[in-house]
């Protein structure tokens, strides 16, 4: 394949048709064959090729390189050596399992990338040796002469030379939440890519109209191939959980080696015990100590995670992303669907007599038409109900209810006026009844105007014009008011307008003049003069109600929300003020990002919370800053520009109702509802996710301590040895493998929003997880040797002593659980001790088992245990409430003596 050279920038859109056309030497009659073979040899094929991936075996044996791998490997081996050759399997098959998912989900940039490539029109229609063909469009070249029609996807880089109505959607490309009308006169070379009205994008859709353009770039000089080589280039970032996961593997492995390497020696050199026995202890200790269960139990808590997310309309690509989202500092939305509904609206209307304000958001004709004085407006006053008609009746739009629900079929901005009549208890079928229409003027980026000829019952003509409110201002003489026709004030309807504007609302105005039309057929010539105005309407796409609770709910947690979009600076700060995002701070477009350095960009972007005008690069500059400042940032988008940024952000979001596959599988997360409070919903999860994994941790590293300190404080003071290593491994299968997992269950507590996000350099080893690990260690490992002591002073044979110690542990092991449900506040109420269903059936599992180790002959035979006394249970049943009042008491200290409100720090659960 023919080598693409590398991309030349060039700014056609400043550049005249004449010019374009000269300097690629594209004639009308398009090239020839003989030189579009020449060219293609030159520029290679028009396709976004991708890099070669990693063979699929080399992708699998990388999955497995992870520390926490290793350890679960190593206590395989160790469990094998031991002979429990059944807990190994289990073990290994853990970790081939963890290799699988992590194959089966990586490549998700490969697969952005091909979703990219699949945005390629497969054909286009080009004029070559004087003919009208349809080609591949991989053989497009530079200098081809593209024809577009309504429904055709734009197959390169195209400046456009004629253009009749044409619109496209290039929302995917730039963000922007309406179609572009095209035109064909050249604009400001710094123009930002939403603002090249005189060019078509690979990648993007006609929707209405029809032109030719002139292919300028192919392959990976489009914009999508820019995008691509973005994709290509940017690297994934690793998850704030496996970050912690690998240090807290790292220094959990060095001590736990170091550990069983002193008690071997002092036991060996010291006690004098014999070498094979205090290496199998050593073994046990290791075992016991390993988080063999971490892997399993995040695993369980992260997939549980997904499900309830999935259940609030979040789908999750990756597993880490779960808890992730727990860590979020910082989410970069988009504005348009996400943040907004999607659906325009009329919010203002502007008469000769005064303002109106109209309630109501979406397409759902639910609403008031309200005077400034706060009074309901009376919809048959004279200046209104002309305004709100004109506006019905030039229109080509239809309002339908579609299961359940309210749609527009035809342009959304025309579609507000049509809800706006029905709130003002209009009905489209009576007006056209009254007004049918006799011809029509269809709307052109060059006239800015759409003009529509009625007669009414009575016979009389009409013609209602709407439009950008300056043109249509020039058309008129008069204004409609309440005393009837006066002349129009220029000044007062040029001031309303500036008002309606810097509020964010897009502008349209409508007029009407009694008139027929002088030819029989409406033609431009009856547009000069001799209209009436009418109003001024004021149209936005509001935010959604529930993203604006959802926005409060996350700046309440302590997360900044930044809204990214394409858009106008204006809109942008509209929409943000109703939100509550960048309340009175300025917006900075991209036209401004693209002159700031990283070091000013790090500046600005701790400070400035809307960005407007945005392109990919943008985006992707702006979630880098926010990375360098230390943020954990989730970012929000739905088009193939945002897959940059989506993949490079700590937690890519992608809508999925109107995205497009390439921003789906940039991401770690689909919305599903595309709404903004499901990011919300879903932050408030992995909150919860990371919570329970701190609870599973801070409930394994205390019982495994309290089992090895046991075992070492019986070695420093010449005692016999309270547990066997068959006895460790008994403990750690009874607990870690049926207690543990119930911490996976537990709901969010109720303060888990109310939270300042934790600092994203904390580390799971804390001071008070150190402290709680050591505190409960003592008092089980206390617990457990003071028993032993007393049953063998006490004349009891071995079996029975280490039988009790063993028991004390378990039963420890299972009040702790509850414990462990609340790190920080106390459990003993009815929600703490009865809330989590799963803890009482995994306790009362725990104690049958217990039993049967006990009590059923060949547990005894095989782990050296011995029947209990009744009296001998109540021991050990009381060594564990000590514990268990002991930490409830412990967190009643702490509470008092913590950090109170205000300090700064962030409360724990």
């Known amino acids: 394949m023919t080598e693409t050279p590398p991309r030349t920038v060039v700014a056609w859109h400043a550049q005249p048709p004449d010019a374009v056309k000269r300097q690629l030497d594209s004639p009308e009659s398009g090239l020839t064959t003989t030189e579009a073979e020449s060219r293609l040899k030159i520029h290679g094929p028009n396709q976004l090729a991708s890099a070669k991936p990693r063979h699929p075996v080399l992708r699998f044996l990388a999955q497995f390189h992870n520390l926490l791998l290793y350890l679960m490997t190593a206590a395989g081996i160790i469990t094998a050596l031991l002979g429990h050759w059944v807990d190994a399997g289990v073990l290994w098959g853990a970790v081939f399992i963890n290799g699988v998912i992590g194959f089966v989900q990586e490549g998700k940039a490969e697969n952005a990338l091909a979703a990219i490539r699949g945005m390629l029109a497969p054909q286009a229609t080009v004029v070559r040796d004087g003919q009208r063909q349809l080609l591949d469009a991989a053989n497009l070249v530079p200098g081809d002469r593209v024809l577009i029609a309504a429904g055709d996807r734009i197959p390169a880089d195209l400046r456009l030379v004629r253009t009749r109505e044409l619109r496209i959607d290039e929302a995917s490309l730039t963000g922007e939440s309406l179609a572009i009308e095209k035109s064909v006169d050249a604009v400001q070379a710094d123009a930002t890519l939403g603002d090249r009205s005189c060019m078509a994008y690979a990648g993007t859709l006609a929707v209405g109209g029809a032109g030719a353009g ?269 005393g009837g026709e006066t002349p129009v004030d220029v000044d007062y309807w040029r001031r309303m307008a500036n008002d309606i504007a810097g509020r964010g609302l897009r502008l349209l105005a409508v007029a009407r003049k009694a008139a027929r039309p002088r030819s029989g057929l409406l033609s431009a010539a009856d547009m000069e003069d001799g209209f009436t105005m009418l109003g001024l309407t004021g149209i936005i796409d509001p935010p959604r109600t529930e993203a604006i609770e959802a926005v409060a709910h996350c700046h309440a947690a302590g997360i900044r929300v930044k809204m990214i979009t394409g858009d106008h600076a204006d809109t942008a700060r509209a929409v943000g003020a109703q939100l509550g995002i960048g309340v009175g701070k300025p917006a900075v477009t991209g036209a401004e990002i693209a002159v700031m350095d990283d070091a000013a960009l790090q500046r600005v972007v701790s400070d400035i919370d809307i960005f407007a005008r945005a392109s990919p690069e943008h985006k992707l500059r702006l979630v880098q800053a926010l990375q360098r400042n230390g943020e954990i940032v989730a970012m929000t988008g739905d088009g193939v520009n945002d897959a940059p940024a989506l993949k490079r952000a700590d937690v890519g979001v992608a809508m999925g109702l109107n995205g497009t596959d390439a921003a789906r599988e940039a991401s770690d997360m689909t919305l599903t509802d595309d709404n903004f409070a499901t990011i919300a919903a879903a932050v408030r999860e992995g909150r919860a996710v990371y919570d329970n994994l701190r609870k599973f941790i801070l409930f394994m590293l205390p019982t495994n301590g309290g089992e090895a300190l046991a075992v070492v404080a019986a070695l420093l003071l010449g005692f016999t040895l309270p547990l066997t290593p068959a006895q460790v491994l008994w403990i750690n299968i009874v607990t870690a493998g049926t207690l543990g997992i119930a911490l996976a269950f537990d709901a969010p507590d109720s303060d888990v929003m109310q939270r300042s996000p934790r600092p994203p350099d904390e580390s799971l080893l804390t001071a008070f997880f150190v402290w709680r690990t050591v505190f409960v260690s003592i008092l089980m490992a206390t617990g457990a040797l003071t028993l032993f002591q007393y049953a063998l002073r006490s004349g009891a044979p071995l079996e029975v002593a280490r039988t009790m110690a063993v028991n004390t542990i378990v039963l420890c092991e299972v009040v702790y659980l509850l414990n462990s449900r609340r790190l920080r506040h106390s459990i003993l109420d009815r929600e703490g001790l009865f809330g989590n269903h799963w803890a009482l059936l995994t306790m009362g599992i725990s104690v049958l088992f217990q039993q049967l180790y006990v009590y059923w002959p060949p547990m005894q035979a095989l782990f050296g245990s011995a029947a209990l006394s009744p009296a001998q249970w109540m021991l050990t049943l009381g060594a564990a409430l000590v514990l268990f009042f002991g930490v409830e008491a412990e967190k009643a200290v702490l509470a008092r003596i913590g950090p109170k409100p205000g300090s700064g720090r962030a409360p724990v659960a």
């Not at 208890?425 to 006799?438: D, I, V």
Request: charged letters at 20%; a neutral charge; aromatic letters at 6%.
């Open 214 to 482: 002139v292919v300028v770039a192919t392959g990976l000089n489009t914009e999508l191939g820019r995008i691509t080589r973005l994709i290509s280039g940017v690297e994934s970032v690793t998850t704030p959980l496996m970050r912690r996961i690998n240090d807290f593997s790292v220094r959990l492995a060095i001590f736990i080696l170091g550990f069983a390497a002193l008690t071997f020696a002092f036991g060996v050199l010291w006690r004098g015990y014999p070498i094979p026995d205090m290496f199998m202890m050593a073994v046990a200790l290791v075992a016991s100590a390993i988080p063999e269960g971490l892997p399993a139990i995040m695993t369980v808590i992260l997939a549980l995670g997904v499900q309830r997310m999935a259940r609030q309309r979040a789908v999750i690509r990756r597993l880490p992303a779960v808890e992730t989202l727990g860590s979020v500092t910082v989410i970069c939305s988009d504005k348009t669907g996400t943040l907004t509904r999607n659906e325009m609206t009329v919010q203002k209307l502007v008469t000769a007599a005064g303002s109106y304000e109209i309630s109501g958001v979406g397409y759902a004709p639910e609403g008031h038409i309200t005077a400034l004085d706060g009074q309901t407006a009376k919809v048959d006053e004279q200046h209104l109900v002309p305004a709100v008609q004109a506006g019905m009746l030039c229109n080509d739009s239809t309002l339908e209810q579609h299961d359940g629900g309210w749609r527009i079929v035809g342009d959304p901005t025309e579609g507000a006026l049509l809800v706006l009549g029905r709130k003002a208890g209009l009905s489209e079928a009576a007006l056209s009844a009254h007004w049918p229409r006799l011809d029509s003027i269809p709307f052109e980026s060059d006239n800015r105007y759409m003009a529509t000829h009625h007669r009414d019952t009575a016979g009389t003509d009409w013609i209602f014009v709407k439009g950008a409110p300056e043109r249509v201002l020039a058309m008129c003489r008069t204004q409609l008011g309440n």
